[in-house]
T-cell receptor, first 115, second 113 residues
Framework: AQKVTQAQTEISVVEKEDVTLDCVYE???????LFWYKQPPSGELVFLIRRNSFDEQNEISGRYSWNFQKSTSSFNFTITASQVVDSAVYFC????????????FGAGTRLFVKA | DTGVSQNPRHKITKRGQNVTFRCDPI?????LYWYRQTLGQGPEFLTYFQNEAQLEKSRLLSDRFSAERPKGSFSTLEIQRTEQGDSAMYLC???????????FGSGTRLTVV
């Protein structure tokens, strides 16, 4: 079975704080892809990052960084020096061969960044 | 290309009526997906197309739901005899291949009263 768990329903931080959004996934496939999407209040989901299962190298993009650990089946997302514009719902997602490479999403984590 | 376009943005309908939504994907994308999202939840997969072929349908998609992509371009999602439980945001996405990220449209918010 494939599953994505985002245990944090809501997180509230003050601007400039660092925040980490957790994601744990389940799959029996050896080839799979992990994603993060952002859904701002406007509603449109925006792609942030994709990692394949063979590339555990962490990635940094500006204030965003991602930590992929196969040993713990986790793909966590950290925002450094958060800003009010980071307020959104963030979804972790998984696609793999068993699922026909259609993407399944976690329930999302709502991030509030207060000024 | 203007991205993935969905129409209408909002639809209010009475229970029992039929509704149809349209999605225009990015033109060079051959994969098109429909998802449903309810409040506080992540998108749930409904169905997807590769070109004009519908390759998979979720068990969430009852026989009141039908989707088409007649020429491998735009797609329509029809719900017959709508029920209040159908109220949700219906999202369309497209991608260039099965391992690529999705580009989502803004969604159609359906309210069944």
């Amino acid at each position: 079975a494939q599953k994505v768990t985002q245990a944090q329903t809501e997180i509230s931080v003050v601007e400039k704080e660092d925040v980490t959004l957790d994601c744990v996934y389940e799959t029996r496939d050896t080839t799979y892809y992990l994603f993060w999407y952002k859904q701002p209040p406007s509603g449109e989901l925006v792609f942030l990052i994709r990692r394949n299962s063979f590339d555990e190298q962490n990635e940094i993009s500006g204030r965003y960084s991602w930590n992929f650990q196969k040993s713990t089946s986790s793909f966590n997302f950290t925002i450094t020096a958060s800003q009010v514009v980071d307020s959104a719902v963030y979804f972790c997602a998984l696609s793999s061969n068993t699922g026909g490479f259609k993407t399944i999403f976690g329930a999302g984590t709502r991030l509030f960044v207060k000024a | 290309d203007t991205g993935v376009s969905q129409n209408p943005r909002h639809k209010i309908t009475k229970r029992g009526q039929n509704v149809t939504f349209r999605c225009d994907p990015i033109s060079e994308h051959n994969r098109l997906y429909w998802y449903r999202q309810t409040l506080g939840q992540g998108p749930e997969f409904l169905t997807y197309f590769q070109n004009e072929a519908q390759l998979e349908k979720s068990r969430l998609l009852s026989d009141r739901f039908s989707a088409e992509r007649p020429k491998g371009s735009f797609s329509t999602l029809e719900i017959q005899r709508t029920e209040q439980g159908d109220s949700a945001m219906y999202l369309c996405a497209s991608s260039s291949d099965d391992r690529d990220s999705y580009t989502f449209g803004s969604g159609t918010r359906l309210t069944v009263v």
